[in-house]
């Protein structure tokens, strides 16, 4: 009687571990710097960025009317600085441009991006 009764122990504990291992897991995924909970100072960078992202795709139109190009990042007049931790790419061609605005030191990886159409987007990596 006593191996049956060690036998269902040891089924127990093996089907026990793999559900508290899931949660480790979960508790593990870093919190996103942006969206719900956001505190206060990633707002204000979030906000920041967004304006640095109009910023370029006003001057990018204006350097399209005025020169008949579009322009890197170097060539855009009134642009600010993307705040600390937000990374800015663009990429030009004669048929337009593509940009993002990525914030390099959130977990999520969250960003503005846009191109000649001047509609912004939002994103952040899958998960």
């Known amino acids: 009687m006593n191996k049956v009764h060690i036998g269902v122990l040891v089924i127990s504990a093996f089907t026990i571990l793999p559900l508290s291992g899931s949660q480790v897991i979960d508790a593990q995924q870093p919190a ?9 100072a990633q707002q204000a960078r979030r906000q920041q960025a967004l304006r640095t992202t109009r910023q370029i795709n006003s001057a990018q139109a204006v350097a399209q009317q005025r020169t ?3 322009q890197s990042l170097t060539g855009l007049a009134d642009v600010s600085a993307a705040p600390d931790g937000f ?14 605005v990525k914030d390099s030191t959130d977990p999520c990886h969250f960003a503005f991006f846009s191109d000649q159409e001047g509609v912004i987007f939002t994103g952040e990596a899958l998960r």
Do not use: I
């Not at 996103?32 to 206060?40: I, K, P, V, W």
């Not at 790419?89 to 441009?97: F, I, K, L």
């Open 87 to 100: 990374v800015t790419h663009v990429a030009v061609d004669s048929n337009g441009y593509s940009f993002s």
């Open 32 to 40: 996103c710097l942006h969206g719900t909970g956001e505190s206060t």
């Open 68 to 70: 008949g190009a579009y």
